[in-house]
């Protein structure tokens, strides 16, 4: 692993000094120079590149300066909700909601909504942009999942000029930014423009497309984040405005002492971990030294072999540092599966400004989790701990996730609740920090002997080899099924030629019949 990191700095670096200097002395006027700077300060982004272009550093250049051609061309860093025609939002074409099976948030076409129109081109295809660049910033470049819902579609939808801005955005401009292309209700007088989309997408996305319909969609998305049409129970609406988000809520149990059937188990396992037992000054003191000894306990992670997580793998371990709060965990919230118990996660807040700064936490899931507290504030200089316990009976799914929203207040204002509600409706958007954690189910750890248990049952694991056996055999079925309708339309239109060649003489024989009679 420690050899794997420091090829894969050394391709950065490579990559960053080739960049400097083949492309930038010439094209500099070309590229944004906010993606210049970004592109020598973001280890991930120049990782993303190379990662999309097999390690190829060449490949990874003309990638880099054919995207930063492109975003400088559709002003990628300056597009807004303002900049944007109002009515693009309100008929909801293209939004993001909810996530599929494997956690990855979900980008929605609804193609219904598409209706092709040149003028309209170029401000639609900065929509897409729009929204891409808003969820990679927000949520640092974790891949998505594309939705095409091609429910009540036909040809007067297609349009091939604006799927292909959509295909080249994920294939030139997004580097590793797709995880698959979910293709639901594909009308059959489709079949041939998508046979061209194919070929945009390249032999390595190819594999991504999935074309589904009402008895197979659920493969990928489950039925908690597909509207009923598609078979699922999502109730959710689109509407303009405010910009659709994550639908998070807050979360049960804001602010007040955890009271459930499980409270003895919870009293127990706080106690443990954080000695919290109302008063936020003890707390405060105790969290101070334990963020201290965090990077400690990274450094000594990463000699472990940790193919099992302790029971206090909860314990902060990363750090997001934003410009108000620096976050313990940056990106996950590890929970137990079932089986492994594990109920309970916890969140390090650390206040990096010379002011008080109000904080709420927000949850995809406010049903099943309570968190404490999830609407209060952090004094100057000080950490704070936020317990996320998982209620009653639910269980952690990939598909959740938490908001974590922060401003900074005044001298003046309050920390109580009251004060703090009233804030809330008050602060500027612009000044609100947002930071997204999603979660990570911990499978339980068996013995060894277990999984030969397992195994005796003769199931085979599908790997990703099986699966792409399956998918070109399913692909080669298709395209016999297609040669086969090929060759019965040509009967069938041989047949009707013959018959209309049949009248014909028919009728010239009946007309020389009766010119000899008479």
Request: charged content about 30%; aromatic content about 10%; overall charge negative.
């Amino acid at each position: 692993m420690a050899e794997q990191r420091q090829d894969k700095g050394a391709l950065i670096s490579e990559t960053r000094r080739r960049f400097e200097a083949e492309y930038l002395p010439d094209k500099s006027d070309k590229y944004d120079s906010r993606d210049v700077e970004r592109l020598q300060q973001d280890d991930k982004w120049v990782e993303n590149y190379l990662i999309w272009r097999h390690d190829v550093v060449d490949d990874a250049l003309k990638m880099i300066d054919e995207s930063f051609q492109w975003r400088k061309e559709y002003t990628v860093n300056d597009l807004s909700e303002s900049v944007l025609p109002k009515w693009l939002f309100e008929i909801g074409a293209l939004f993001l909601h909810g996530y599929d099976k494997e956690g990855y948030k979900l980008f929605w076409f609804k193609v219904k909504h598409h209706t092709r129109d040149p003028k309209q081109q170029l401000d639609k295809k900065k929509l897409v942009a729009f929204w891409l660049e808003h969820y990679a910033k927000r949520d640092h470049g974790k891949p998505l999942t594309v939705v095409f819902d091609m429910a009540e579609t036909g040809i007067s939808h297609i349009d091939l000029d604006f799927v292909r801005f959509i295909v080249n955005c994920f294939t030139d401009y997004y580097p590793n930014f797709l995880t698959k292309i979910v293709i639901f209700e594909m009308p059959w007088i489709m079949n041939a423009a998508f046979k061209i989309v194919k070929g945009w997408l390249g032999p390595d996305a190819i594999s991504m497309l999935k074309f589904t319909n009402k008895n197979d969609v659920q493969e990928y998305i489950s039925a908690e984040y597909l509207p009923p049409h598609m078979g699922g129970t999502d109730s959710f609406k689109y509407s303009y405005p405010p910009l659709v988000d994550d639908d998070f809520q807050t979360p049960l149990c804001e602010n007040g002492p955890i009271t459930s059937e499980d409270e003895h188990e919870s009293k127990e396992e706080i106690d443990a971990d954080t000695k919290e037992t109302g008063e936020l000054n003890e707390a405060q003191n105790l969290n101070q030294k334990k963020m201290n000894s965090i990077e400690q306990i990274s450094k000594s992670e990463e000699t472990d072999k940790t193919e099992v997580k302790p029971k206090n793998a909860k314990k902060a371990l990363t750090t997001f540092k934003g410009p108000l709060l620096h976050i313990s965990p940056a990106e996950e919230l590890y929970f137990g599966s079932k089986e492994t118990g594990e109920k309970k996660c916890l969140i390090v807040l650390t206040n990096v400004t010379k002011n008080v700064v109000a904080f709420k936490v927000r949850t995809t899931a406010p049903e099943k989790y309570r968190v404490k507290p999830s609407n209060s504030s952090c004094e100057p200089g000080t950490s704070l701990d936020i317990i996320v316990s998982l209620h009653g009976g639910f269980a952690a799914s990939l598909q959740d996730r938490f908001l974590i929203m922060a401003a900074e207040m005044d001298q003046s204002s309050g920390g109580a609740v009251p004060e703090l509600t009233q804030f809330w409706k008050e602060v500027p958007r612009t000044k609100v920090m947002e930071h997204r954690l999603r979660c990570h189910v911990i499978e339980s750890s068996k013995p060894s002997s277990l999984t030969l248990k397992d195994n005796a049952f003769n199931i085979p694991a599908k790997t990703n080899e099986d699966l792409h056996i399956q998918l070109t055999h399913l692909l080669q079925i298709n395209k016999r099924l297609e040669e086969q309708m090929n060759r019965c339309l040509w009967f069938q239109q041989l047949s009707v030629v013959l018959s209309l060649l049949s009248v014909t003489v028919a009728a010239f024989c009946f007309y020389l019949a009766y010119a000899q009679r008479s």
